[in-house]
């Protein structure tokens, strides 16, 4: 895989119109430093959208291209349909976004705070204002400490309001750059519920993360960064298939099983006695020569009904077969050569 085009929707093939954020050969560099390379995103409507990297990847600097925050040094971006920057005072009010919390003012409450934002949105009605803050500090769990003073806000609670802010009126695409950061795991699972009730609505969701539990239990779809470069993006299905997986064949027989193997081209790379891992990754012998031994190999192309079909046509005692996948973390440090932090 690694090719960004090659699983799900490519930027290239899609229909524009099924895509809620669609970028060319987006660019952008700081002096010498080039944040983002010549990235091809296709975000489809309705998807809950990870997008992935370490830091310093480039996440924060395409979402900034994205809404029209800083201009891109080449390459374009579509953002529900229209080009950006140049749209951006039609498309904005169709979208939310949390991005560097917002400068709030420490001396008023969440309240009064969303309340001057909203103000300030010329789309946004004041008839609805009261009812639509009250709603939104409800939503991130806000509403007991609504008219408190923003300075006694923990950081975890001004980044909830960070995300009551671009919840304040009904929307067609949020963007959340690293919405959990500073919230504690109960924070952290309160606002996957709340991207996944927001995408049952329709709402389509890109939410960039370096936690790679966030984007496993909310995403549709992932696109992975690597220094500055889109490595992989498609969805979540596509991304646990494209790893590695390997066959695990349970059999006293297991000198026939590594014969048959290799001679359907797999690589067996291991064999574990059955309850007991061989030290090496060697062979592990029992005492008992009929007793069960773990053989695994990788599978490659071969289906593992092919694989079955064929021990059991050369005699091989299978007692038990297993496909066993890299998880997504593995994928992830294979696509961007650095490991994630991750959230037990
Ligand atoms: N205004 C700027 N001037 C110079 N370099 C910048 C600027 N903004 C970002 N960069 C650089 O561009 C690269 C990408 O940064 P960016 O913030 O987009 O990454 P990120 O994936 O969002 O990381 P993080 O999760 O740490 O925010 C980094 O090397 C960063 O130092």
Avoid at 118 to 138: F, G, K, M, N, Y
Avoid at 259 to 285: E, F, K, N, T, W
Wanted: negative net charge.
């Amino acid at each position: 895989m690694g090719d960004p085009g090659g699983l799900g929707v490519s930027a290239e093939s899609a229909d524009s119109a099924g895509l809620a954020i669609e970028t060319h050969g987006l660019t952008k560099r700081f002096r010498s430093q080039l944040a983002v390379d010549g990235l091809d995103l296709a975000v489809p409507h309705g998807a809950v959208f990870g997008f992935l990297g370490p830091n310093g990847s480039g996440k924060t600097t395409t979402i900034r291209m994205l809404l029209g925050l800083v201009a891109a040094t080449a390459g374009e971006a579509r953002v529900l349909g229209a080009g950006m920057p140049r749209h951006v005072d039609s498309v904005l009010p169709r979208v939310g976004a949390l991005v560097e919390g917002p400068a709030f003012s420490p001396y008023l409450s969440g309240a009064a705070n969303l309340a001057r934002f909203d103000a300030a949105d010329r789309w946004a009605p004041s008839r609805t204002r009261a009812a639509r803050v009250a709603d939104a500090l409800e939503q991130v769990g806000l509403a007991h400490v609504a008219q408190k003073k923003v300075h006694a806000y923990s950081l975890g609670m001004k980044q909830r309001l960070g995300l009551a802010n671009a919840l304040l009126m009904p929307r067609e695409l949020l963007v959340l750059d690293e919405p959990t950061n500073g919230l504690d795991p109960q924070g952290t699972r309160e606002v996957r519920s709340l991207i996944r009730s927001l995408a049952r609505d329709g709402t389509t969701v890109f939410v960039s993360s370096h936690l790679l539990a966030e984007v496993e239990q909310v995403c549709s779809h992932v696109g992975v960064m690597s220094a500055g470069r889109l490595v992989a993006q498609g969805t979540l299905d596509e991304f646990r298939d494209a790893g590695e997986a390997r066959a695990l064949v349970r059999t006293p027989d297991a000198d026939a099983a590594r014969r048959v193997l290799q001679g359907l081209g797999m690589h067996v790379d291991g064999s574990i006695s059955a309850g007991r891992v061989a030290d090496d990754g060697g062979v592990s012998r029992p005492a008992d020569a009929s007793a069960d031994v773990v053989v695994t190999a990788t599978l490659e192309t071969t289906p593992p009904e092919a694989v079955v079909a064929a021990l059991v046509a050369d005699g091989v005692r299978v007692r038990g077969f297993e496909v066993e996948r890299a998880s997504l973390e593995q994928r992830f440090v294979e696509l961007t050569g650095e490991g994630f932090d991750v959230v037990q």
